[in-house]
């Protein structure tokens, strides 16, 4: 039986104050083994998303199937509201958890980061300096990597392809994207050209780089509104991450891009000294001072997508058009032949 009238029904949401959202999956389903220092890895994340993140930051974590101390650490943060919201669900897999995590809200900025990244300060205003300076930006890394160049980036290739902006700059902190290698146990990660220069596109003073990695990347938030797939099969991996989040940005005649410098730390599963030296020394950011980007609606066009993604893509990246492509936009010859690897 009902009595009364609901009071809520028909009332329209009040409007939000916040305008990003960073989304944070965690799989901690144990403390042994690979996961022995995944927590303390985890607090170091999010406590340097709680001192570099503007007050106008919503916090999203999704607990994907981890265990009872996680679950409690998770609680407790949701309890003092340092975090906003905490999903918990049985070990659906990464993406699916993301997937639940974005669904029923709507911001201009989305950040999808795993749960083994150390954000430095001004990540979010530099992020935004290059949504500002490209209209056409659909997914910032506050990491750079010489080696995302070709990584569903052909549209930038093709939209940009006589033109002077697209061009191999130097790159800007080296010892940032050594840090990464060695962050994946992969010292030679990167040779001696990737270390020296990166494929750019310009915008009178700002640089960006082409190419975005899937650690840590802020997307436009309608991207993902409506979204055209709400589960994947696949626990981590697979296809998940191209279909659910590169092929939506690509899709949309929208590019994938870095900042210039390096803004955050990939630490993978073991803690060492540098990260608790490097939590010490950010500053905490209480105000939100940026150059707010002024998105403009845009829709996929499955002509465009097949032309410059699909056509354009299986010409180009043939590896020897690469090497030619990579010569015409600055490469020597032996950095161009080096340069694909």
Same mark, same amino acid.
Request: hydrophobic fraction near 30%; include cysteine.
């Given at each position: 039986m009902r009595i009364g009238f609901n009071p809520h029904k028909d009332q329209k949401l009040s409007t939000s104050d916040f305008i990003h959202q960073v989304v944070i999956p965690v799989h901690i389903p144990n403390q042994e083994n690979y996961f022995k220092d995944s927590l303390a890895i985890l607090k170091i994340c999010l406590e340097s998303l709680f001192k570099t993140s503007h007050p106008k930051t919503y916090f999203t974590v999704a607990n994907n199937g981890s265990c009872r101390e996680v679950v409690d650490y998770l609680n407790e943060l949701y309890a003092l509201n340092k975090i906003h919201e905490v999903i918990h669900v049985s070990a659906i897999g990464k993406l699916n958890s993301i997937l639940k995590s974005i669904s029923g809200h709507k911001f201009d900025y989305i950040t999808i980061t795993d749960a083994d990244v150390l954000y430095l !300060? !001004?990540?979010?205003?530099?992020?935004?300096?290059?949504? /500002?300076?490209?209209? /056409?930006?659909?997914?910032?890394?506050?990491?750079?990597?010489? /080696?995302?160049?070709?990584t569903h980036t052909v549209n930038i290739w093709f939209d940009l392809f006589f033109s002077k902006s697209l061009h191999f700059t130097s790159v800007k902190n080296p010892d940032a994207l050594k840090m990464f290698a060695e962050s994946i146990d992969n010292g030679d990660f990167y040779n001696r050209f990737h270390l020296s220069q990166y494929l750019t596109v310009s915008n009178k003073e700002i640089k960006a780089v082409v190419g975005a990695g899937h650690f840590a990347t802020t997307y436009r938030g309608d991207i993902f509104y409506p979204m055209e797939t709400n589960y994947t099969n696949y626990k981590l991996?697979? !296809?998940?991450?191209n279909d659910i989040l590169d092929i939506p940005v690509v899709k949309k005649g929208l590019w994938r891009l870095s900042t210039e410098d390096n803004f955050a730390y990939h630490m993978g599963n073991v803690e060492e000294s540098w990260m608790n030296e490097k939590l010490r020394e950010l500053k905490a950011n209480t105000k939100v001072d940026f150059t707010h980007a002024d998105f403009k609606a845009v829709g996929k066009s499955q002509i465009n997508y097949?032309?410059?993604?699909?056509?354009?893509? /299986?010409i180009i990246l043939k590896n020897y058009l690469i090497a030619l492509f990579l010569q015409y936009k600055g490469l020597s010859k032996e950095a161009s032949r080096n340069y694909n690897k």
């Open positions: !300060n !001004n990540w979010q205003t530099e992020t935004y300096i290059i949504f /500002k300076a490209f209209p /056409k930006a659909g997914a910032v890394c506050p990491t750079p990597s010489s /080696k995302s160049y070709k991996g697979g !296809n998940s991450e097949w032309i410059k993604c699909k056509l354009f893509g /299986k």
